[in-house]
């Protein structure tokens, strides 16, 4: 008979306020022991993971420390052994073959006149013949519109010379002037010089600027006291050329001077050593 009273008892202490109470504060303290646990672990990873930044940072200074970046340089003077010489000459006409007639005796004379120079056929070149219809707009006192009227044919040809003997076209080129005498009306622009053999002179800089490079980097690493390595990088800079004892900028993309006979041309490269 006692038995089941015993039973019941312990059934209502366990169903009792009392005891979940208990049973929240234990699940409370579990929750927090699981929070410390996580949050050890998030701590735990952060500072693996800040060891190999800095790791991978200080390997990489270490690295930088132990190469030297230089740029080698050179320049070399040269003279232009190409000339291209250009000019235009035209005539006016209300009559288009009138026009045209003259030009072509103006073209003869030109043609004569270089050859008395000396100038070979082969070297000049005519250009075919350009026309133009022009007109004259006329307008009132009040400047409007009365329409336009044809004022002639307006025909022009260009003339190209283009010789190694770059003395005798210079020397022409300031002598033209003798044409206007002749009643041609010839305009001619400065010439043009060149040189046919960049690609040797781009091979001799190139070979000048590595070895300039490589004396730096050897200088650099004699006065900090170690030796030099092997090359580790190189990148070609922009090829310039520029007039002679002249004050032309360098450009991003090259400089090409054609106006000046004497050129200088100028080439750099970037080189990295290794230090030993």
């Not at 000459?89 to 043609?111: G, T």
């Amino acid at each position: 008979m006692q038995c089941p009273l015993m039973i019941q008892e312990v059934s209502g202490f366990e169903t009792g306020p009392y005891t979940k109470n208990v049973n929240k504060t234990l699940i409370f303290k579990f929750k927090e022991e699981i929070m410390r646990y996580i949050t050890a672990i998030i701590i735990g990873v952060a500072f693996v993971v800040g060891l190999f930044i800095l790791g991978r940072a200080y390997k990489s200074r270490s690295t930088a420390m132990e190469t030297i970046k230089v740029t080698g340089s050179a320049e070399k003077n040269f003279i232009s052994d190409l000339i291209v010489w250009k000019g235009f000459f035209s005539r006016k006409s209300m009559d288009l073959k009138s026009a045209y007639a003259q030009l072509k005796q103006d073209e003869n004379v030109i043609r004569n006149y270089l050859s008395g120079k000396g100038i070979k056929d082969t070297n000049v070149v005519f250009s075919s013949v350009n026309i133009i219809k022009e007109y004259n707009y006329k307008t009132d006192q009040n400047g409007r519109s009365l329409g336009q009227e044809f004022s002639g044919y307006n025909l022009t040809q260009n003339v190209r010379i283009e010789s190694s003997d770059v003395d005798k076209i210079d020397k022409i080129s300031r002598e033209a002037t003798e044409l206007i005498e002749q009643g041609i009306e010839f305009t001619s622009s400065a010439p043009l010089f060149y040189y046919t053999k960049l690609t040797d002179i781009k091979m001799d800089l190139l070979a000048k600027a590595s070895a300039d490079g490589k004396q730096r980097a050897e200088i650099i690493a004699k006065n900090a006291g170690s030796s030099l390595g092997k090359l580790k990088n190189a990148s070609l800079g922009v090829f310039q050329i520029t007039g002679e004892n002249t004050d032309e900028d360098y450009s991003y993309g090259g400089t090409f001077n054609t106006s000046s006979r004497n050129k200088t041309g100028s080439i750099t490269i970037r080189m990295e050593f290794a230090v030993d």
